[in-house]
């Protein structure tokens, strides 16, 4: 077999009116503001070239690959027809960055993977030369790929990656006791890794018995509650406006659960209900899972613990109105966060789930054929679902 089938995600080069790219970005159209450049994006069913896995590659049969909220807002437009997702990419790609899969066969030089092996691949390709990798921000790199935005992802029936990025979860078999199975919990690790970075590399300061909020229960927000009941949260306060997302939270560990459009009917605002849980405190972490920074920073802003941090994890193209005051008077803190490299996050999060500390598997509650991959989207485009996977 020399052509296999796969989703490409493609769209026109066409910079909105003002937007100046730079040269680079002319160069090679791996643009940094995704939001800015691409419209009118569409996936399509294609046959491509099978790869072939090269010195230090790998070749994997991908098994289960999740729809992410940016893979949706990479389809999804604006008013003016320009996608939605504001980050890093270059196009046409295979999308696709939540995925695991079977080593098939790899390349010369490749020693600790095997065929057979069941896998699961960081989305973060950083090339490990440049000055921030150096310093150990890989997630930072100057000359970062990332699969399935700027390269080629999962969303296909093999996909070759380097082994570098490529982590075994053969201890899954044993949790789930199928490879089906074991398969679908792989393909949750990539946005769990995203959380264990935020939460506990980048805002840095999260303890044990620490009062929680997280901000969007859409999978990423999930996986902060799970993450943070594993790791002995106090109180785990959630704010989201969909019933089903809601009825999640609280099955992944969720003590306290709002939904924010009910409390405006009733003119009561989020960070309200946030010092009443916390009995005047406030929260120690914010979870920023939901990509509103205009509307939550005001509710944040408003119910910071004297020493507590923000951890940013949504994506959204829009600016914020940041009150100083309220960071100085209280200590705090906003923390970035960009992808999962480095520190260990990749072992110690298949750790949790080959242990039974995490099992991410009741998220998904959709599966689609790759066939079928415009119907995996619009399920997830209505917004009924959880995390929606594609099985290749």
């Given at each position: ?29 791996r ?5 800015r ?39 999804e ?31 010369e ?10 896998v ?43 082994a ?72 785990i ?38 010092m ?20 939550i ?20 193209d829009?600016?914020?109105s ?27 999060v ?21 066939e ?11 917004r009924?679902h ?7």
């Amino acid at each position: 077999m020399t052509r296999q089938i796969a989703a490409v995600l493609e769209a026109d080069f066409r910079p909105r009116p003002g937007y100046r790219l730079s040269g680079e970005e002319e160069r090679t159209r791996r643009v940094v503001n995704g939001s800015r450049v691409w419209r009118a994006p569409r996936v399509e069913i294609r046959e491509i070239d099978l790869p072939r896995p090269g010195r230090g590659e790998v070749l994997i049969k991908l098994g289960a690959v999740g729809i992410c909220g940016s893979d949706l807002h990479m389809v999804e437009m604006d008013g003016e027809g320009y996608m939605l997702y504001p980050g890093l990419t270059r196009l046409p790609v295979v999308p696709g960055h939540e995925l695991s899969g079977v080593v098939d066969s790899v390349g010369e030089g490749v020693e600790d993977l095997k065929p057979g092996d069941l896998v699961v691949v960081e989305e973060m390709w950083y090339c490990g030369r440049c000055d921030a990798c150096r310093t150990s921000y890989f997630n930072q790199c100057y000359g970062l790929e990332e699969m399935g935005f700027t390269v080629n992802g999962g969303m296909e029936e093999y996909m070759v990656a380097e082994a570098k990025y490529v982590w075994k979860i053969n201890g899954f078999l044993d949790i789930y006791g199928s490879e089906e199975k074991a398969l679908e919990a792989g393909s949750l690790v990539e946005p769990l890794c995203v959380n264990y970075n935020a939460i506990f590399v980048r805002a840095g300061n999260y303890r044990p018995g620490c009062n929680a909020v997280v901000w969007g229960a859409g999978p990423i927000g999930l996986g902060a509650v799970a993450l943070l009941k594993a790791s002995g949260a106090a109180k785990i306060i959630v704010f989201e406006p969909v019933d089903a997302r809601r009825e999640m939270a609280k099955r992944m560990g969720a003590t306290h659960i709002f939904d924010p459009v009910e409390l405006q009917s009733k003119a009561v605002r989020p960070y309200e209900k946030i010092m009443e849980v916390t009995d005047g405190a406030g929260a120690d972490l914010h979870v920023e899972a939901a990509g509103r920074p205009s509307k939550i920073l005001p509710e944040v802003e408003r119910s910071l613990a004297v020493g507590g941090s923000v951890v940013w994890i949504g994506r959204a193209d829009e600016e914020a109105s940041v009150w100083l005051e309220y960071f100085q008077t209280h200590a705090s803190q906003i923390y970035g966060s960009q992808g999962h490299a480095g520190n260990a996050v990749w072992p110690r999060v298949i750790r949790m789930i080959e242990n039974g500390r995490l099992d991410p598997t009741p998220m998904i509650t959709a599966r689609f054929e790759l066939e079928n991959v415009s119907g995996a989207f619009q399920a997830l485009r209505e917004r009924g679902h959880i995390k929606v996977t594609i099985k290749p």
